[in-house]
């Protein structure tokens, strides 16, 4: 078995990404990814930031695919309260969600799930 390449960003409250993805973002941009499977994870605070709930994961999302990536691994956004998020599609997010600061309890069952998509 091989993994697929991961990539993770932490969204900063107003719905961007961290510092050292943006300062290497043009990077990326120069890769090519047609073809390529890819994961992507993020965590964030639904509670504090409803309204940019892991955004920075839905900007990696489209960056990844306009390269021509193949995303895998989503997970099921029941059971999240957030309002809205650009790592939102059809009813999953991108890669693994993750809320440590109030869906700690959810983690494992998350991870589980999200893993055994990329078997």
């Not at 990404?17 to 943006?22: A, G």
């Amino acid at each position: 078995m091989r993994w697929p390449p991961l990539a993770s960003s932490r969204t900063y409250g107003d719905g961007t990404l961290q510092t050292d993805w943006e300062d290497n973002i043009g990077k990326l941009r120069g890769a090519n990814l047609k073809g390529k499977k890819i994961a992507l994870f993020g965590t964030d605070d639904q509670q504090n930031y409803p309204t940019s709930f892991l955004d920075a994961m839905g900007i990696l999302y489209d960056e990844v695919s306009a390269l021509g990536a193949h995303v895998v691994g989503f997970t099921d956004t029941a059971g999240f309260d957030d309002i809205e998020s650009t790592a939102e599609r059809d009813g999953w997010f991108v890669g693994l969600a993750l809320d440590l600061d109030t869906q700690s309890g959810m983690t494992e069952k998350r991870v589980t799930a999200w893993l055994n998509q990329l078997l």
